[in-house]
């Protein structure tokens, strides 16, 4: 294969893949809203690599075989070009490729016309000036030829195919100021001018030295001028050694006269388009015309096509295929920042939660020390103050009660206060305002006293003998009970004596009621112990409201947290796996962008090679 058509072939593998990763934009784009602003780019990179392709204008005087040196290239049994002595090439033939060989017209008007191939004679080649001419079948038709600017050959060939399209010129000692300028467009836009000098001639010509600085070198730099010196067959045998000195003069003279350094090929065109039709081998060797053909082709691909290529390459690798890969990786492994502030957010969640459970669990820890404290504080003061209530034997019932409630009437108070403020302690503690304080009134149950029942009869016989004495006894002791001074038991045992005068004059049996103190006094204790309880009953009762209000305030705020933690969740969950999806997807264009760039590195390489 030719490193031309490798070159193409790279340049064709560089294409698809400018297309896959074309199609890979696009799906990013529009599947996965993933802009990378490399649109216009890619495409850019894609009618630059599709317009890669060389343009070789072949230029010389008129007869140097220009036409005949195409045509063996084209290798067609058919002369594309015309290269009979007459008519000669009056105007610009452009070859380019095309599976089936037609012809475009560009016209001096500026239309188009398609022709036949078979055509491209009469509107490119010179007609007869006068009737004398000798009628030719290749003879352009004047007004034809007069109204065409150039043609534009498509025909199919392995050369064109590749990229490399020619240009034959009309001889450059063309006297027509609108041909040669039409010429020189092509040669200044040409990537490489074949200069072709005829060694019959005796090599460069001070006209064609003149034509190769004014038109040439001047123009477009000693870069890309390719001299081919033709017609080597066609030295007789005494002249063979005269090829040498030709070629040598002519670099020499180039060198002195424009200072330039110019490859030059001895060829013969004409046996190489034989040699090729009649698969003459020895011929086309003897042609010379691989060598031309190999030192054109290294010089378009190293001059020309590797540097432009290499450019496109190295611009899809590293602003098309490098940033999709790197935006791709981050996409693939990095979760979007959304799923990160929902973790985020869940994690404070759980965490409110938490602390507001300690705080709860802490003030029920204390809840539970002040009650305990409160209720061993009531037990004493409550002990203390009942064991201070005096009974009388006159006490009544109502009497005794209203004792007692003017016991546990400042007891009540003062732990209603005590509570209070242990709940407004509470409640500063916790934040939550929304806990409200149950009405703190302690609920203590006074039990039911009736000292009616210790109330005892007595029935007293008196005698004759001594009852004064032992009813002054007797009322001594029971004044003692129902007055506390001294002087009611004196009164009491003057009225004890008097009675038992009466008795001791005759018998009689006196019944009298008694309070039974220590009866009472049992009572009491025993009371006390259920008043204690009955406090330590309306303690709890009241603390456990507070503790339940606590509870339920609690359990509200973290069933709220929970439902809204419980959302946030579901988004995540389904976020998560949206995004499971995506960068599993995404990871296959990964993959793909990934080929691209191996792919893209190998041709990298395979172009160094070429
Ligand atoms: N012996 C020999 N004759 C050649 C060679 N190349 C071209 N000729 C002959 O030279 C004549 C002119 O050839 P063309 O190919 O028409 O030359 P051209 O440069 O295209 O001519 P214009 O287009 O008229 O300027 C033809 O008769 C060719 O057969 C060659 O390598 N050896
Ligand atoms: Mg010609």
Same mark, same amino acid.
């Given at each position: 294969?030719?490193?031309?058509?490798?070159?193409?072939?790279?340049?064709?593998?560089?294409?698809?893949?400018?297309?896959?990763?074309?199609?890979?934009?696009?799906?990013?784009?529009?599947?996965?809203?993933?802009?990378?602003?490399?649109?216009?780019?890619?495409?850019?990179?894609?009618?630059?690599?599709?317009?890669?392709?060389?343009?070789?204008?072949?230029?010389?005087?008129?007869?140097?075989?220009?036409?005949?040196?195409?045509?063996? $290239?084209?290798?067609?049994?058919?002369?594309?070009?015309?290269?009979? @002595?007459?008519?000669?090439?009056?105007?610009?033939?452009?070859?380019?490729?095309?599976?089936?060989?037609?012809?475009?017209?560009?016209?001096?008007?500026?239309?188009?016309?398609?022709?036949?191939?078979?055509?491209?004679?009469?509107?490119?080649?010179?007609?007869?000036?006068?009737?004398?001419?000798?009628?030719?079948?290749?003879?352009?038709?004047?007004?034809? @030829?007069?109204?065409?600017?150039?043609?534009?050959?498509?025909?199919?060939?392995?050369?064109?195919?590749?990229?490399?399209?020619?240009?034959?010129?009309?001889?450059?000692?063309?006297?027509?100021?609108?041909?040669?300028?039409?010429?020189?467009?092509?040669?200044?836009?040409?990537?490489?001018?074949?200069?072709?000098?005829?060694?019959?001639?005796?090599?460069?010509?001070?006209?064609?030295?003149?034509?190769?600085?004014?038109?040439?070198?001047?123009?477009?730099?000693?870069?890309?001028?390719?001299?081919?010196?033709?017609?080597?067959?066609?030295?007789?045998?005494?002249?063979?050694?005269?090829?040498?000195?030709?070629?040598?003069?002519?670099?020499?003279?180039?060198?002195?006269?424009?200072?330039?350094?110019?490859?030059?090929?001895?060829?013969?065109?004409?046996?190489?388009?034989?040699?090729?039709?009649?698969?003459?081998?020895?011929?086309?060797?003897?042609?010379?015309?691989?060598?031309?053909?190999?030192?054109?082709?290294?010089?378009?691909?190293?001059?020309?096509?590797?540097?432009?290529?290499?450019?496109?390459?190295?611009?899809?690798?590293?602003?098309?295929?490098?940033?999709?890969?790197?935006?791709?990786?981050?996409?693939?492994?990095?979760?979007?920042?959304?799923?990160?502030?929902?973790?985020?957010?869940?994690?404070?969640?759980?965490?409110?939660?938490?602390?507001?459970?300690?705080?709860?669990?802490?003030?029920?820890?204390?809840?539970?020390?002040?009650?305990?404290?409160?209720?061993?504080?009531?037990?004493?003061?409550?002990?203390?103050?009942?064991?201070?209530? $005096?009974?009388?034997?006159?006490?009544?019932?109502?009497?005794?009660?209203?004792?007692?409630?003017?016991?546990?009437?400042?007891?009540?108070?003062?732990?209603?206060?005590?509570?209070?403020?242990?709940?407004?302690?509470?409640?500063?503690?916790?934040?939550?305002?929304?806990?409200?304080?149950?009405?703190?009134?302690?609920?203590?149950?006074?039990?039911?006293?009736?000292?009616?029942?210790?109330?005892?009869?007595?029935?007293?016989?008196?005698?004759?003998?001594?009852?004064?004495?032992?009813?002054?006894?007797?009322?001594?002791?029971?004044?003692?009970?129902?007055?506390?001074?001294?002087?009611?038991?004196?009164?009491?045992?003057?009225?004890?004596?008097?009675?038992?005068?009466?008795?001791?004059?005759?018998? @009689?049996?006196?019944?009298?009621?008694?309070?039974?103190?220590?009866?009472?006094?049992?009572?009491?204790?025993?009371?006390?112990?259920?008043?204690?309880?009955?406090?330590?009953?309306?303690?709890? $009762?009241?603390?456990?409201?507070?503790?339940?209000?606590?509870?339920?305030?609690?359990?509200?705020?973290?069933?709220?947290?929970?439902?809204?933690?419980?959302?946030?969740?579901?988004?995540?969950?389904?976020?998560?796996?949206?995004?499971?999806?995506?960068?599993?997807?995404?990871?296959?264009?990964?993959?793909?962008?990934?080929?691209?760039?191996?792919?893209?590195?190998?041709?990298?390489?395979?172009?160094?090679?070429?």
């Amino acid at each position: 294969m030719s490193s031309i058509a490798e070159f193409s072939t790279i340049k064709h593998n560089l294409l698809n893949n400018i297309l896959e990763a074309k199609t890979l934009e696009s799906d990013l784009r529009k599947n996965f809203q993933i802009d990378l602003t490399i649109k216009e780019r890619i495409e850019r990179i894609q009618n630059n690599i599709q317009s890669t392709n060389f343009t070789v204008a072949v230029v010389g005087v008129i007869k140097r075989g220009k036409s005949t040196l195409l045509n063996a $290239i084209l290798g067609d049994k058919i002369e594309i070009l015309s290269t009979n @002595v007459t008519p000669e090439t009056a105007k610009l033939s452009y070859l380019v490729y095309d599976d089936d060989p037609y012809a475009i017209i560009h016209k001096t008007n500026g239309e188009k016309e398609r022709i036949k191939i078979e055509d491209l004679g009469k509107y490119t080649n010179s007609f007869p000036k006068t009737r004398l001419n000798i009628r030719h079948k290749h003879k352009g038709v004047k007004e034809l @030829v007069m109204s065409t600017k150039y043609a534009e050959i498509h025909y199919p060939n392995e050369y064109l195919k590749n990229g490399v399209r020619f240009v034959d010129t009309p001889g450059v000692d063309d006297p027509d100021p609108d041909r040669s300028r039409v010429t020189e467009e092509f040669i200044s836009s040409a990537d490489a001018v074949i200069f072709l000098i005829d060694v019959l001639e005796g090599g460069l010509k001070e006209s064609e030295l003149i034509f190769m600085k004014n038109r040439i070198i001047n123009r477009k730099s000693s870069k890309g001028v390719i001299c081919v010196c033709n017609k080597i067959l066609a030295l007789r045998k005494f002249q063979q050694n005269e090829l040498n000195d030709v070629l040598i003069n002519t670099k020499d003279v180039l060198k002195k006269e424009l200072n330039i350094e110019v490859p030059i090929f001895p060829v013969d065109a004409k046996a190489a388009y034989q040699g090729k039709l009649e698969n003459n081998e020895s011929l086309l060797e003897k042609s010379r015309f691989h060598e031309f053909l190999d030192g054109l082709e290294t010089f378009l691909i190293n001059e020309k096509g590797k540097i432009a290529l290499k450019r496109l390459l190295i611009d899809l690798k590293a602003n098309i295929i490098e940033p999709i890969i790197e935006t791709l990786s981050f996409s693939v492994i990095n979760r979007p920042n959304e799923l990160t502030e929902i973790t985020n957010q869940l994690v404070a969640y759980k965490k409110s939660i938490n602390a507001q459970k300690e705080k709860v669990d802490k003030l029920q820890t204390k809840i539970n020390n002040e009650k305990s404290n409160l209720k061993s504080s009531i037990e004493s003061e409550i002990r203390t103050k009942f064991k201070n209530i $005096i009974i009388n034997n006159n006490d009544a019932t109502v009497q005794l009660r209203n004792n007692l409630a003017k016991v546990i009437e400042p007891i009540n108070t003062k732990f209603t206060n005590q509570i209070k403020h242990i709940f407004s302690d509470l409640l500063k503690d916790l934040d939550a305002y929304e806990v409200r304080l149950p009405n703190a009134k302690l609920m203590v149950e006074t039990p039911n006293i009736s000292i009616d029942d210790f109330y005892v009869t007595k029935q007293i016989i008196s005698q004759t003998s001594g009852a004064s004495l032992a009813s002054a006894g007797i009322g001594a002791a029971a004044a003692g009970l129902l007055f506390a001074t001294g002087i009611g038991v004196i009164i009491g045992a003057y009225i004890g004596y008097k009675i038992g005068q009466e008795i001791d004059n005759q018998q @009689v049996v006196k019944t009298t009621k008694e309070l039974d103190i220590k009866s009472v006094q049992n009572k009491l204790s025993e009371m006390t112990g259920e008043i204690i309880t009955s406090y330590i009953n309306s303690v709890d $009762i009241y603390f456990q409201q507070f503790q339940s209000e606590i509870n339920t305030w609690f359990n509200n705020k973290e069933e709220e947290l929970n439902s809204k933690m419980q959302m946030v969740e579901n988004i995540k969950s389904q976020k998560e796996s949206e995004f499971e999806n995506i960068s599993k997807e995404l990871s296959i264009y990964l993959d793909k962008a990934k080929s691209l760039l191996e792919l893209t590195n190998n041709y990298l390489l395979k172009l160094e090679e070429l």
